[in-house]
């Protein structure tokens, strides 16, 4: 069965100091997409990054940057410089690629979430 | 740039009553889906759906529950007999379903069961 570790439950920073958050996964499947949704207080889910499990390059974009390691089945999240606004709950989740009907039908397997507070 | 529309934003109702939430998928997509988070916890997946029939659901998606595409563009979840227990935001998503597709949510439909 597949499972997300999302092992810190809570962090609080400081405006400008840069954050990690962790996600670890568990999976037998050799192809499976992890991804990163941010969860503001609004409520929505955010779309932040898609991952296949062939594609081990980091990435960056803007402050964000993912550090993908399938050697450690790691999927960690970095926010540089964080702001007030970047206060919200950060979902990590695993999906294998199939179902019934095959192609790209996400059965998404999500972690507890991470609650990041950015203090001004 | 496209979004998944659901209504309403938060439905009341009482406990043995029947709802149903409703969502309009991004107009070119294939696949959708149903999630659901209780209060404070992670979100699950409920079912997902592709040429008009069930693809995968989860053990929480028990006979209470079904979807339906009735038109071209609504998906919509049905509860037949609500419980207390069903008290959570439902979300839903739906995808293209070509490969490095993302997977896009709505801004979900919060369902308070009294």
């Known amino acids: 069965a597949q499972k997300v570790t999302q092992a810190q439950t809570e962090i609080s920073v400081v405006e400008k100091e840069d954050v990690t958050l962790d996600c670890v996964y568990e999976t037998r499947d050799t192809t499976y997409y992890l991804f990163w949704y941010k969860q503001p207080p609004s409520g929505e889910l955010v779309f932040l990054i898609r991952r296949n499990s062939f594609d081990e390059q980091n990435e960056i974009s803007g402050r964000y940057s993912w550090n993908f390691q399938k050697s450690t089945s790691s999927f960690n999240f970095t926010i540089t410089a964080s702001q007030v606004v970047d206060s919200a709950v950060y979902f990590c989740a695993l999906s294998e690629r199939g179902g019934y009907s095959g192609g790209s039908n996400y059965k998404l397997t999500f972690g507890k979430g991470t609650l990041l507070t950015v203090n001004p | 740039e496209p979004e998944v529309t659901q209504t309403p934003s938060h439905q009341v109702t009482q406990m043995g009553q029947e709802v149903i939430l409703r969502c309009v998928p991004i107009s070119n997509h294939l696949y959708f889906y149903w999630y659901r988070q209780i209060l404070g916890q992670k979100v699950e997946f409920l079912v997902s759906f592709y040429n008009n029939e069930i693809s995968e659901k989860s053990e929480i998606f028990d006979d209470q529950f079904s979807v339906e595409r009735p038109d071209g563009s609504n998906f919509t979840l049905k509860i037949r007999s609500t419980k207390l227990e069903d008290s959570a935001m439902y979300f839903c998503?739906?995808?293209?379903?070509?490969?490095?597709?993302?997977?896009?949510f709505g801004n979900g439909t919060r369902l308070t069961v009294t």
């Open positions: 998503a739906s995808s293209p379903g070509t490969y490095n597709s993302p997977l896009h």
